[in-house]
């Protein structure tokens, strides 16, 4: 299973909506096929496992293990609950049943009901923090929150003046750009639009860059043209903007602000990061609509500066250290995980 988890990690970025799925095939305690979930409308992991086997006549003697539950419906492709019972495997092993509504433990009792010993269970919570976006969207019906800044040792984001401040080395902007990489959506509000022009892609990093999700709380009339190239945007304001780009899409900021974040899940966003500034940030925190934050931490200290957005916890779940930064790593236990 463990080797399950380290082949559905490989689809991290690429298969949202859909979730990260390892599968091993194994025959007498010896791995014959393995395979995994790379892009969002491919193949899942199990026909490519089953392809991947060389000697097919093994198959009806093998267990096959998975990460979740095999799915139980068509969608972009046949179920892969049909496949294993038209293989034949004698046993089948599972760490998570599937929160999806279509599917969510259909495909396991499809297969005991042909006879196949099925176990279930197996590393069940390293399953769930590996699909923790999917298991987001599934059961609460938003996409799966992470807020990140980087911060002096006293607490500023950037300065009084608008003199840049370097607060990341090249080891976390590389950092930061891989977690772009792996999210569906980068969220930033008008100030930090306005005042830095980001360009929100992957530059440092090779891999996908997410859609930019602007937020706006009060009409502004902005010029767009920094987002010329983009594929799309997205806008989350109160009225629709009077000069709307044709390659972004407008969401009404609703009185219940959770209520726009969730409706980016119709635009496949299940996963966002919020880059900032500090009063997006806070807006996150007071409706306790956050799921990760990781702040990154130098030793540079500032008299004076935009202050981090405050926030109730203080011992991190976990740190890293890189060179002479640290990156603080908390999870929001007060939402069901």
Known sequence: MKRCFQLAKKGIGNVAPNPLVGAVIVHDNKIIGEGYHKKYGASHAEPIAINSVENKSLLTNSTIYVS????????????????ILKTKFKRVVIANTDPNPKVNGSGIQKLKEAGIEITTGILENEGRVINRRFFKTQIEKRPYIILKWAQTINGFIDSLDKTPLQISNDQNKQLGHNWRAQEDGILIGAQTFINDSPSLNTRHFEGKSPIPILLLTHNLELDYTLWKDKKHF?????????????NAKWIKLQPLFSDSISELLNYNITSILVEGGSKTHQRFIAKNLWDEMRITESKLSIKSGIKSAQFGLKKPSFELQQNNNIVRYFLNNSLKQ
């Open 68 to 83: 979740l539950e095999p799915c139980n419906h068509f969608g972009n492709t046949p179920p892969c609950a049909d496949l």
């Open 234 to 246: 997205i806008i989350i304001a109160p009225e629709k903007p009077r000069i709307l780009p044709k």
